[in-house]
């Protein structure tokens, strides 16, 4: 059985399972670079709030905290990430592969670094090109991650629009293989029928009735502010909108719905933990995430209204939009930042409930194809190839 070290900031609820499926088939041990102090500190700037997730990250697989000698440490920038034993670390526990998630660290760029030409090393990220950047910026990025990726062996690449940022940053397609962004299908995709009546009559939304839903940072990088403007302007009494989550624009949010006359028709909920997700997707008829970036270089919370069944409409300045969104079949793609553009396709689809339902049911049979399993299948196939 092959030995594999894998270099991550911290346990993340999207990774935590596929370290625990890789355990199974391979001598996995993570090394968290955040270090230790990561369990004791719970608040996340994102939501402004205390989260401790109701799943367990830590189960199933070996793992190690190295220390963090950062002086602000953290994921939030390239200093925050220093660990004077990483190296010794892995090579006491005699990795025959490396996987690294992330280089935007100052461990983790020499942990390739080091390794380079000595241990493989397979890469994992979801960066895209999807954002606007000026002339200088670009050719100063070029040169830089064209110099990076020269240290690892493999990519796996989440999507589309990834795969074409490691091409553009010279990774050649035969270092590139697909392992695909995923959730827990199962989990979120399990019948929560009863929850969410519950949910939707608590709010006197009625099972003719159509609720959007929004589930995420309130942060200017996801523009929640262009779907509450949009909705505003729609005249359809049976149309209810509902704001999952908090973040830095939760009282531009709430001061906007009070000059709005549909603010009758939307409601506003706390962040919910991983347990109380699935029953909130399914409570809805429409999921929108109309993110502007910089950085939405996935949105896996599309992942998980899909696979509760769910028609989608997002802005194409999200990194799954070109995998998971078949415009027009499980729903629609409109340009960001672009108030009429969004208006429009929400009037498209809020037009015949039917409609969303089997744009849902199309949702279900594309999601299938991005599972945690189909991911660690890929990088199992190729670590045993090397």
């Not at 796996?156 to 995923?182: E, S, T, W």
Request: glycine share 6%; aromatic share 12%; with cysteine.
């Amino acid at each position: 059985m092959k030995k594999l070290a894998i270099v991550s900031t911290h346990p993340i609820q999207y990774y935590a399972p596929v370290f625990k499926l890789l355990a199974q088939k391979l001598d996995v041990k993570v090394f968290y670079t955040w270090g230790i102090e990561v369990l004791e500190n719970k608040y996340d700037p994102g939501f402004k709030k205390d989260i401790k997730w109701d799943i367990p990250l830590l189960d199933g697989y070996k793992y190690h905290f190295t220390k963090n000698i950062a002086k602000n440490p953290g994921s939030h920038h390239s200093k925050g990430i220093i660990n004077p034993n990483l190296i010794t670390e892995i090579e006491t526990f005699g990795a025959d592969a490396l996987l690294i998630y992330g280089y935007a660290y100052d461990s983790h760029l020499k942990v390739m670094r080091y390794f380079k030409g000595k241990t493989p090393i397979y890469f994992r990220g979801d960066s895209t090109l999807l954002d606007k950047e000026n002339i200088f910026k670009k050719l100063i990025k070029t040169v830089y991650l064209t110099w990076v990726y020269k240290h690892i062996d493999v990519a796996f690449y989440v999507g589309l629009a990834n795969r074409a940022y490691f091409k553009k940053y010279g990774v050649p397609d035969k270092n590139l293989i697909n392992a695909p962004h995923a959730i827990d299908n199962d989990f979120f995709s399990a019948d929560r029928t009863t929850e969410a009546n519950d949910i939707r009559h608590k709010m006197g939304i009625q099972q003719s009735d159509i609720l959007i839903l929004y589930a995420g940072k309130f942060e200017t990088k996801k523009n929640p502010e262009i779907l509450l403007q949009a909705f505003g302007k729609l005249r359809h009494q049976n149309v209810f909108l509902l704001l999952l989550g908090n973040g830095d624009l939760e009282m531009v949010l709430k001061e906007k719905t009070k000059s709005l006359k549909k603010r009758k028709y939307i409601f506003f909920e706390d962040f919910k933990n991983q347990n109380q997700l699935p029953a909130y997707y399914q409570a809805c008829d429409l999921f929108c995430l109309p993110s502007k970036g910089p950085g939405e270089t996935w949105g896996l919370a599309v992942n998980e209204a899909m696979a509760a069944g769910k028609a989608i409409l997002i802005s194409d300045k999200v990194g799954c939009q070109s995998n998971l969104v078949l415009d027009g079949s499980n729903g629609l793609i409109f340009k960001s930042e672009n108030t009429k553009d969004i208006y429009q396709n929400l009037k498209r689809l809020i037009f015949d409930k039917q409609k969303l339902i089997d744009m849902g049911k199309a949702s279900k049979n594309i999601i299938a194809k991005y599972s945690f399993q189909i991911q660690v299948n890929k990088i199992i196939e190729a670590i045993n190839e090397q």
